[in-house]
């Protein structure tokens, strides 16, 4: 039986149909939710950082630790540091979280560090307080290199989630471990090609969105920063 | 919790054999090891022609990027119901998923060198060859090493989530310790591999400070003391 002919036997039934649209709805919820509280906590850590220059050597390298530590090692380490249980979703969460804010710490103090002292200078001369001067004026314009970072931070996401499946809470991940346990190659394919895709469907998202949040770059030439390396 | 861990660490018969500490974090090393050898011989050469020639850049960025998306379980999966033997599957996996931080790194290290510079060395008569290796590749050789940091912290936790097809080191600790609900030995196999991935970054951070061309760390403090003053 050729590949194909076992592909097509896999989709053809309606119970594996479900299982790859239930581990897709997971596996978004698992690398989505994070990167947004994973966005808010590393916005957070920077404006810590501008207000407490101190805290900042201290944050970057913090943040280093975290992304040092490995995937699988993290995922397990969570639950006895939360107290959760082991097969919790929340663990792969809480891991996630902390990978995301780990990568923009730096982006977004390099970010903040970039708006021009005399737009700062302005608004404050205008009347913003700090906190109406932080959201409304410097956090957009640290937008643009805060979305370079975004884009990587998904892709490692999407990525990374179904090594949870080796820890029963996994989205497509589940699919490689049952395609591994059946020694069957059509859903570690499948669960393969929907990872990629999600990946790319969600980077076209946050590009679309990065030009929808900063109008005002959209005259001029194309960016080429966002080739990130 | 910490009782059992501390418990599994003080007991001396997880520190002999095969399936002992230093055997086992040998083991690991080891596949780190390899697949960078193997990844670098790869990856560097491509990097340094596409970098130098300034041919196929977009090509080089955008398949990196499609690699970076491939999740690490359903590769190892895949290739293991290909190769049906765990060492040669999980090396292979290694070595795909260390390529692209390691071209990225040469990649970006060559771009950054300035052009100035280049042409300088041009205009003294250097040949290509010559100007590539007395001029792009020791100001590039910092980059080039943040690549191959990135691709070491990739590969240990590879490594780890490689365990699950059968491969040997730290990996098993996690896996076979989850199998059998053995707490102690999971968090143990956490933190080793942790520790495991923090040494060798450290360690590398120290290569590459120590790599940094006379010229050029001359070159930035001369820039410091310029800003400074």
């Known amino acids: ?78 639950p006895s540091l939360i107290g959760t249980k082991m097969l919790d979703s929340i663990n ?10 780990a990568l923009l710490v730096r982006p977004v103090l390099d970010a903040l560090d970039a708006v021009p002292p005399a737009v700062i200078a302005s608004a404050t001369a205008m009347g ?10 410097e956090l957009p314009l640290a937008v643009p290199v805060l979305a ?29 471990t049952d395609g591994f346990q059946r020694e069957y190659f059509s859903p570690i394919v499948v669960g393969i090609v929907l990872t990629l895709l999600l990946a790319l469907v969600v980077d076209l998202l946050l590009v679309l969105s990065r030009r929808l949040l900063t109008p005002w770059d959209r005259t001029t030439a194309p960016v080429r920063t966002e080739v990130a390396v | 919790m910490i009782g059992e861990i501390i418990d599994w660490f003080t007991s001396s ?9 230093p055997t086992r974090v040998l083991q690991h090393l080891g596949y780190v090891l390899l697949a960078l050898v193997l990844a670098s011989v790869i990856a560097v050469p491509i990097g340094l022609y596409v970098g130098h020639t300034g041919r196929g850049g977009v090509l080089l960025v955008g398949s990196g990027n499609v690699i970076r998306a491939l999740p690490t379980l359903g590769l190892v999966t895949f290739l293991f119901l290909l190769f049906t033997d765990s060492d040669v599957a999980a090396i292979i996996g290694l070595v795909v998923l260390a390529i692209p931080p390691i071209l990225a790194g040469t990649y970006a290290g060559l771009q950054a060198v300035d052009r100035a510079v280049v042409d300088a060395a041009e205009g003294m008569g250097m040949r290509g060859g010559q100007r590539l290796w007395q ?40 896996l076979d310790g989850l199998a059998i609900l053995d707490y102690g030995e999971v968090a143990a196999g956490a933190i080793l591999t942790a520790l495991l991935a923090i040494v060798l970054d450290v360690v590398l951070a120290a290569v590459q400070r120590a790599l940094v061309p006379r010229g050029v760390r001359l070159a930035e403090a001369g820039a410091k003391k310029e800003v400074s003053a």
Do not use: K
């Open chain 1, 92 to 101: 792969v969460v809480v891991a996630l979280t902390l990978y995301t804010a």
């Open chain 2, 135 to 174: 001029i792009e590749v020791p100001i590039a050789l910092p980059l080039v090493l943040g690549g191959v940091r990135n691709a070491v912290l990739q590969l240990v936790a590879t490594a780890a989530v490689a365990a699950y097809v059968g491969l040997g080191g730290l990996g098993r600790y996690l």
């Open chain 1, 148 to 176: 370079a970072g975004v884009r990587v931070a998904s892709v490692s996401n999407i990525s990374l989630v179904s090594v949870g499946a080796l820890i029963g809470v996994g989205g497509l991940g589940v699919l490689f």
């Open chain 1, 1 to 78: 039986m050729s590949f194909f002919d076992e592909l097509g036997q896999y989709l053809g039934s309606a119970s594996n149909r479900e299982q790859i649209v239930d581990t897709l709805a997971e596996h978004c919820y698992l690398a989505l939710l994070p990167l947004v509280l994973g966005i808010v906590l590393a916005i957070a850590i920077g404006w810590l950082g501008r207000a407490w220059p101190r805290a900042r050597g201290v944050t970057l390298v913090l943040a280093n630790l975290v992304y040092t530590i490995p995937s699988l090692a993290l995922f397990v380490m969570i």
């Open chain 1, 128 to 137: 913003y307080r700090p906190a109406r001067r932080f959201l409304t004026v």
């Open chain 2, 13 to 21: 018969a997880n520190w002999q054999g095969a399936d002992g500490v």
